[in-house]
Each structure stands twice: as C-alpha cells, then as structure tokens.
C-alpha cells in the first residue's frame, strides 16, 4: 500500500467558482473567480487583485486555512 500524498493533485475538473484553493507556488489562499484559458483565476479572500494559477498548482486549503479565508471575508463584509 502507497502512503497519500497531501500535495497531490487530485481533482478530474477545475475547481468552481467560489471555492477556496491555495496557489501551491507561494502558498497563498484565494477564492476562484474564474478560468480564463488555461488558468485558474484566485482572489484574496478579503478582496484585491486576481492573479493566474495553472491548474495544476492549485490545491485545496487544510481545515485551517479554510477557516481563516472565511473569517477574512466575514470581517471584510463587517468592516473590520
């Protein structure tokens, strides 16, 4: 039996819109805003400008850097 590779890529289609990724370039977290060509489009989570990710350099967030995205937004939306 193998041992999982957390970093490995494993997703059959590119992440929706909305959902929460880490750009594993540079280890920063944003929202899918988009696809344009080849790329994945991330924003911050507390709103800013996109940047381009290949597909293959996205992955998912652990629980903790999820959670931290969400708290970001919901301070963004209450003005902290």
Do not use: F
């Not at 991330?42 to 998912?60: C, F, H, N, T």
């Amino acid at each position: 039996m193998t041992a999982r590779n957390p970093d490995a890529v494993e997703h059959t289609a590119s992440p929706g819109v909305g959902a929460v990724m880490v750009d594993r370039r540079n280890g920063k977290v944003g929202v899918v805003m988009g696809h344009v060509g080849p790329y994945v489009q991330l924003r911050p989570p507390r709103g800013g400008r996109e940047w381009d990710v290949p597909p293959d350099e996205v992955r998912a967030p652990t629980p903790t850097e999820e959670l931290s995205a969400k708290v970001a937004v919901a301070n963004r939306r209450w003005g902290r």
